[in-house]
C-alpha cells in the first residue's frame, strides 16, 4: 500500500505535524520542537502561514481517497 502524508489522529492543533513525523517515521515530539522553532525564528508570519496552508490542503487520516477508476476507497 502507498504511503500518504494525512493530518495525525494524535494532533495538537490540526495534526499536521503529527501526520509529518508519522509519514517520516519519526517522534511526533521532536517534529513539533522543530516545527515550533521554525515558525518562532522565521519571524511567526511565513511559518504560521505554511502550517495553516499544510492544515487546509492535508487531507485527514480516515479520509477517502479517489482510485484510478473514479471510486472511492476507504483509507483504514
Same mark, same amino acid.
Given at each position: 500500500?502507498?504511503? *500518504?502524508?494525512?493530518?495525525?489522529?494524535?494532533? !495538537?492543533?490540526? +495534526?499536521? @505535524?503529527? /501526520?509529518?513525523?508519522? #509519514?517520516?517515521?519519526?517522534?511526533?515530539?521532536?517534529? *513539533?520542537?522543530?516545527?515550533?522553532?521554525?515558525? !518562532?525564528?522565521? +519571524?511567526? @508570519?511565513? /511559518?504560521?502561514?505554511? #502550517?495553516?496552508?499544510?492544515?487546509?490542503?492535508?487531507?485527514?487520516?480516515?479520509?477517502?481517497?479517489?482510485?484510478?477508476?473514479?471510486?472511492?476507497?476507504?483509507?483504514?
Amino acid at each position: 500500500m502507498k504511503k *500518504r502524508l494525512t493530518k495525525s489522529r494524535n494532533k !495538537i492543533l490540526a +495534526g499536521v @505535524f503529527g /501526520g509529518i513525523a508519522d #509519514y517520516f517515521d519519526l517522534d511526533p515530539a521532536i517534529v *513539533r520542537i522543530i516545527g515550533a522553532a521554525i515558525i !518562532i525564528f522565521t +519571524g511567526f @508570519f511565513p /511559518g504560521s502561514l505554511l #502550517y495553516l496552508v499544510a492544515a487546509i490542503v492535508m487531507p485527514d487520516s480516515g479520509s477517502s481517497t479517489p482510485t484510478m477508476d473514479g471510486k472511492f476507497e476507504k483509507k483504514e
